[in-house]
C-alpha cells in the first residue's frame, strides 16, 4: 500500500485539458494517477510534466466508457494507494453532426464516454472517499451542455447528464464530507477543436477570444481545494464571458 501526501486520479490525462489539470494539482502538492485510453506517448509527457513539479504518480490506460477495464484499473488504484482525495472526470470525446443524420454509434459513444465514464470510475472511488469521509471530485462539462448547440445534440446530451449527475451526487454526500463540482468550459485550445470554425465562434465569445487548457485547470484545482471548502453541486463556467 503506497502511501502519499495527496492523490488524485485524472481521466484523459493524456493532452489538453486533462493535461493541465494533472500540472496544476501536481504544483498544489498532488501526486496524480494518470489516465490515458489511447496516447501512451501524450500520457507519459503528462507524468513527466508532474514529476518536473517535484510531485509522484503514474500512467493507467483504460477506457473509461469499458466497464470491466475499468474496474480493474479503479481496483489496482483502490488497492495500491491508502487514499484517494481528488477525481476529475475529464475524459471526453466529441462527434458532432445534425440530430437527424447522426448515427447511432456516435451517439452512444459520446454518451458512453461521459456518462458511462463518470458512474464507472466516480463509484468505486467514492467508496473509498466516503469511508475517509474526504474528498473532491470534479467533472468537466461543457458550455453546450447550457446552451444546446447545433449540431451536438449527444455532447450536450451527455454533458447536460453530467451535471444532473454531479447536482444529485453532491446532495447524497455532503454530509458524508466529499464534495462534487462541475466546471463548464467553453471553447479552449485543444486537440479536440481542431478543424472546428473558430473565427465564427469567436464572434460569439464576449472576450473575443479561445481559453486556454490552464485557464481551466486552474478552476479546477481551486475548487480541489480546502479554498473552495463550502462549494458543492456548483457548475463554474469558464468561457470568456457567455452565458
Ligand atoms: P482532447 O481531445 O485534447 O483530450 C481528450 C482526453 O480524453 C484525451 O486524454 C483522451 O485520451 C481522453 N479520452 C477520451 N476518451 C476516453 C476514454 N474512453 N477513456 C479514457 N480517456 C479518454 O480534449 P480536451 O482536452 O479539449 O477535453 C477535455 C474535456 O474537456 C472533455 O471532457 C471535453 O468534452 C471537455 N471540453 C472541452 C472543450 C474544448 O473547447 N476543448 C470545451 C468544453 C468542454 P487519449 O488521447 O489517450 O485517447
Redesign the pocket.
Known sequence: MVTVKKLAVV??????????VCIELAKAGYDIVV??????Q??AETLRAVIGQGAGGKTM??????RDETQEAVREIAGSYESVDVLV??????ADGLFVMMPHEDWDAVI???LR?FYNVTRPLLEKMIFRKRGSIVS?????ALIGNRGQAN?AAA?AGLIGASRALASEVARLGVRVNVV??????????KG?PIENIKALIPMAR??K?EE?AKVVRFLCSDDASYMTGQVISVNGGMF
Open positions: 481521466t484523459g490525462g493524456s493532452k489538453g485539458i486533462g493535461r493541465a489516465n490515458y485510453r489511447s496516447d501512451e501524450g500520457a490506460r483504460f477506457d473509461v466508457s469499458n472526470n475529464n475524459a471526453g470525446i466529441h458512453d464516454t461521459t465514464g468537466i462539462a461543457s458550455v453546450a455532447y454533458k463548464a468550459p467553453g471553447l479552449i485550445e485543444t486537440e479536440m477543436i472546428a479561445t481559453g487548457p481551466v
